[in-house]
């Protein structure tokens, strides 16, 4: 936890409400997102209990499994879930936009994207076990599914992956989106209940967030938000309905099941909704939409992928390709840290602190100054600027500005300065920076490429510079050391075996 966010959140345990530790939205909220609150039966990895989903916050659609061990109707449940989200998916399909690219070729991209919330990040990882357990199962041979399964299995499997990669928001869990905003007066593992997080954040008229967090946790008002289910639910509600199932297989028999999960879901799907409005009233980050084009590129591509005919996800990954996934995993986090700060003052306010930024006022400018003789003479201005951050930056080191797209500089010199502000004893530090990039090709700078006196302006050493991809040997050249190169992939009906069955 940083140093402001504990900040926050004593604040929000003096005010009662939570504090907000971000000015902008750092992630996509779709027009029309698809909320998926899933429940499984307790003590199964794979076992689908039930679950409410839909595009509507007035017309959800329940689906149940009266008996989670039975492999027939958990199948039958992932058929029902198939007609909701398949539809939902492939209507981004049908629309595209060209996208030229330089020294390439042009290709096309969807114009839209799915999104899917889930309340949690639990939930999350059960939506990649359940896309686990039906992607690789089969139409015909034994056990035979509904077509529609293993594409859905695929789709889920997508889902849950693409939530992995740092700023990616095709697939978002709840509390994790909250969190990142807001700061509660209450820890980090209790603000993974749903009910106890919007508590803090949109507590009732006439109470404080730590009041509507405390009454959060009595399973009798806001029961879990799933996919775990609450203990005295099971026993005393739960348990005896799907026994009644097994005893009768009756329509009444497998409502009164679907009545009660009723009760354990639509709580979830209300807070769910809640979370979106919420979400919805902050001001998007300028660079949410770059993130989120880079998601429909992804989208468009796994849909080409299906298209043409290629096979299930693999259920592990070989050495090759898991050192790529993690090294670009790596990558993305770097990239999404540094376009949240970009983004947003109060997360740079944290790299301030740590000295590896500094915001502060123009004093000096030199906007004509050059390097060089003849023809390797260059325009590089010169910025002095006074702060009185905290500067832990070397002559040499390259900062950027949030507020200048494509502009460049390097700390020539860092001062200190004493008797800042006239207050005796008290210090500030002048930076002279060189402007290396973003002033045109001019003989003097374009008009606003160099920051004009008494201006305030923000520089920091992180940028979000193309990286390269790691070097990385092909699959057939993986060492023996990393188990040799993989086996070609054929599918076959083993594939569809699991240890938890």
């Known amino acids: 936890m940083s140093a402001l966010t504990a900040l926050a959140r004593l604040r929000a345990m003096r005010e009662g409400v939570a504090q907000r530790i971000t000015t902008v939205r750092h992630c996509h909220v779709s027009d029309r997102p698809m909320v998926f609150v899933p429940l499984k039966m307790a003590g199964e990895a794979a076992a689908p209990l039930g679950a409410m989903v839909g595009t509507d916050p007035d017309h959800p659609r329940l689906l149940v499994v009266p008996q989670p061990r039975n492999r027939d109707l958990r199948f039958a449940f992932a058929a029902e879930l198939a007609e909701v989200l398949l539809p939902y998916v492939e209507g981004f399909q ?71 990669q740092p ?22 593992l209790e603000d993974a209940n749903l009910a106890a997080l919007l508590g803090w954040i949109d507590p009732p008229a006439g109470t404080t967030g730590r009041r509507a967090a405390e009454e959060a946790e ?45 009760t354990q879901l639509e709580p979830t799907w209300r807070l769910m909704w809640r979370s979106v409005e919420l979400l919805r009233a902050l001001p998007e980050g300028s660079r949410v939409a770059g993130r989120w084009e880079s998601d429909r590129g992804s989208f468009t591509r796994f849909v080409e992928r299906i298209a043409e005919g290629g096979p299930p996800q693999a259920r592990r990954d070989g050495a090759v390709s898991a050192a790529a996934r ?39 400018v030199e906007p004509e100054h050059f390097e060089g003789e003849g ?25 950027g500005s949030p507020e200048r797209r494509g502009h460049g500089a390097e700390v020539v010199e860092v001062v200190t300065v004493s008797g800042a502000g006239g207050v005796p004893g008290g210090e500030a530090v002048e930076i002279v920076l060189k402007v290396t990039k973003g002033m045109g090709r001019g003989k003097t700078p374009a008009p606003g490429a160099v920051p004009e006196p008494g201006e305030r302006v923000c520089y920091t050493s992180l940028t979000d510079d193309f990286q390269t991809s790691a070097a990385l040997p092909d699959p057939e050249e993986t060492p023996w050391t990393h188990g040799g190169p993989p086996e070609e992939y054929v599918p076959a009906d083993d594939d569809a075996q699991e240890e938890w069955e």
């Open 218 to 262: 009595d399973p009798l008002l806001w029961p879990p938000a799933g996919p775990a289910t609450d203990p005295g639910f099971d026993n005393e509600v739960l348990a005896p309905a799907v026994q009644a199932y097994e005893e009768a297989p009756t329509d009444r028999a497998v409502e009164r099941v679907a009545e009660a999960l009723r």
């Open 94 to 164: 049908k629309r595209t936009e060209t996208v030229e690219r330089k020294g390439a070729e042009p290709y096309e991209r969807c114009l839209e994207a799915p999104q899917l919330l889930v309340p949690n990040r639990p939930a999350a990882e059960f939506t990649g076990l359940l896309g686990r357990s039906t992607r690789f199962r089969r139409a015909d041979g034994p056990y035979p599914v509904h077509p529609s399964v293993p594409l859905l299995g695929r789709w889920l499997t997508y889902f849950a992956d693409r939530s992995r």
């Open 375 to 399: 023809r390797s003479r260059k325009l590089r201005p010169l910025v002095t600027v006074r702060t009185d951050d905290p500067v832990r930056l070397a002559p040499g080191a390259a900062v």
């Open 326 to 364: 993690l090294a670009g995993l790596e990558r993305a986090r770097a990239s999404y840290d540094v376009q949240r700060a970009y983004d947003d003052p109060l997360v740079m306010a944290e790299y301030r602190l740590t000295g590896e930024a500094f915001a502060g006022v123009v004093t000096a």
């Open 167 to 188: 700023g990616s928001s095709l697939l978002l869990a709840a509390t994790e989106v909250l969190g990142t905003h807001w700061a509660t007066g209450q820890s980090a």
